[in-house]
């Protein structure tokens, strides 16, 4: 059974990824009041968090983790996701989220269009390695 629950700074340490998640990259979301976010599990396993860093009044970044039990279901975390990020628009008054994402990352770049986000454009050399990243943001329907 799949259940939805407020998004604890703990969760991050726990969720298992098969992709490096370096400890520094974790401790970004400790102590931070302006994180809002969820974490899915199915029964005691992380499926997936995600949320966002509210920047300023209607602004936020937007950010997702992936576990690697997450991909064994992945539309059913993709409309959690989407529902996930159409709730924190709705109770923090949000008119955009924006998120990077790795312009090499096809299906995340796919993802993020089917949750809604739209291009704004390449970010030469942004990544932590000098890689490219794609600028998206998803706009409040009011």
């Given at each position: ?115 809604g986000f739209e291009d704004e454009g390449l970010m030469k ?18």
């Open positions: 059974m799949y259940n939805l629950v407020p998004f604890d700074e703990e969760h991050i340490h726990f969720i298992e990824t098969d992709y490096e998640f370096p400890p520094e990259a974790r401790a970004m979301f400790n102590n931070h009041d302006a994180i809002k976010g969820y974490s899915l599990f199915k029964d005691e396993l992380i499926m997936a968090a995600a949320g966002v860093h509210i920047l300023w009044g209607g602004v936020a970044e937007g950010w997702i983790v992936m576990s690697k039990h997450g991909y064994n279901t992945p539309k059913t975390v993709a409309r959690y996701t989407d529902r996930l990020f159409g709730g924190i628009m709705a109770d923090n008054e949000l008119w955009r989220i924006q998120a990077s994402v790795s312009a090499s990352d096809t299906k995340a770049l796919r993802f993020a269009s089917w949750l050399k942004y990544g932590p390695d000098g890689s490219d990243y794609r600028r998206v943001a998803r706009f409040a329907l009011c």
